[in-house]
């Protein structure tokens, strides 16, 4: 598709630069200062941010059982520990090998539901095939955690496509997370190619579900007993390599999306679900975000002043989670959404039958651009570029008659 490398080339879409250039980092600084100079609305939700740690493109995170707070350094493929105390610890807890190019790098990250007895961490990344071509892998591993060192390094899903050097650097790895059912979801985005999506025989532009321990397909999958399809597909028709969380109280998947340049949505994955790309979305520049016959996004993103479906519209969500209104009375259960192109965490509350409806969407803080993710308190921790930061619940103001 032509018009995309020029696009990628011109706008810099989804930050469409080599991140390990100098011209990479001066782009994401530019964001992360004018989404810094915004302000907020921490006073309207009885909250403060918190600075824990200066840290380096921190692009994943997950809590372990005990409190300590696990991230990935997106260009430098370190996992980083920071301990229950608020320490950072100073030697990374491992290193991948990681190609660092563009949207591939190191991305996620999970830690296994049954930690306290396995101590298993895994971390998903794009790894070097060839560099003279620029040809990757996308690969998930595992680490054992032994005090705080990741060892035993193990590879659990290793056979996904490799990349073309035609679309070197685009929409291959993402993110990683374990679902209430115990097994490892992934998504894996189009590799830059479109059609694939739709191709049930190769895992690109899918959601995959698979075992933990070897990475083969999960036993209930929709499409298992098709034949030639890739029996670890759990849903298909994405373009990105986009997050997703588990819904605390129903098990409901949802997940992000970016048609390029105009519609950016949130969807309700389910088993079996076609999401649309590439044969919905009509003709570039793509301005009806809900044309053809395929499963739609129940919420469209789009950056302040600009309507979803006008060019240039998506803020580039990266990060996504649940808040408890235990927790955080003001910002409620809802779900969180952290925009890179934006650098806005923001808050949406969801309502209507299974929580299929956006019903509020509200700015919570301005210097959030990577990603988001919930202590085994309920505390809220997010990341931008250059630091992770946390929301403090702070008493709320009763007015006296």
Request: glycine residues 10%.
């Amino acid at each position: 598709m032509p018009w995309l490398h020029e696009l990628h080339t011109v706008i810099g879409m989804r930050a469409r630069v080599t991140l390990s250039s100098a011209a990479g980092v001066a782009f994401l600084s530019v964001l992360s200062f004018a989404a810094a100079c915004g302000g907020s609305d921490e006073n309207r939700f009885a909250v403060k941010s918190e600075l824990i740690t200066q840290a380096d493109s921190p692009f994943a995170m997950a809590f372990s059982p005990d409190g300590r707070l696990f991230y990935v350094e997106y260009l430098t493929g370190n996992v980083r520990l920071i301990t229950s105390d608020g320490d950072l610890q100073q030697e990374p807890f491992a290193t991948v090998e990681a190609a660092s190019v563009v949207e591939w790098g190191t991305t996620g990250l999970a830690l296994d539901p049954e930690f306290k007895s396995n101590r298993y961490v895994y971390v998903y990344f794009s790894e070097w095939v060839d560099k003279t071509a620029v040809i990757a892998r996308p690969v998930v591993v595992r680490f054992t955690d032994e005090n705080n060192r990741g060892i035993d390094r193990k590879v659990i899903v290793g056979d996904l496509p490799e990349t073309t050097p035609a679309h070197a650097g685009y929409n291959a790895n993402g993110k990683i997370h374990f679902g209430p059912d115990g097994f490892l979801y992934l998504t894996v985005g189009d590799y830059d190619e479109a059609t694939p999506a739709q191709d049930l025989s190769t895992p690109k532009g899918k959601l995959l579900r698979v075992n933990k321990e070897d990475g083969s397909p999960a036993p209930g999958n929709p499409f298992v007993n098709e034949p030639n399809a890739d029996p670890r597909i759990f849903a298909y028709g994405f373009r990105e390599t986009f997050d997703f969380a588990f819904h605390p109280r129903t098990g409901r998947i949802y997940g992000t999306d970016n048609t390029p340049v105009s519609c950016e949505e949130l969807n309700i994955v389910e088993a079996g679900g076609n999401y649309g790309w590439p044969t919905d979305v009509g003709q570039f520049p793509f301005s009806d975000c809900k044309s053809g016959s395929t499963k739609k996004g129940i919420h469209f993103f789009a950056q302040d002043k600009i309507h979803p479906e006008d060019f240039l519209s998506p803020p580039v969500v990266l990060g996504i989670g649940f808040a408890s209104g235990d927790v955080y009375p003001l910002i409620g259960d809802s779900l969180l959404i952290c925009e890179l192109g934006t650098g806005i965490l923001r808050r949406l509350a969801l309502g209507g039958p299974e929580f299929a409806q956006v019903e509020r969407d509200d700015v919570v803080v301005k210097d959030c651009a990577q990603t988001v993710a919930v202590s085994p308190d309920g505390l809220i921790y997010y990341a931008n570029r250059t630091e992770i930061r946390r929301l403090d619940p702070q008493p709320i103001e009763t007015k006296k008659d």
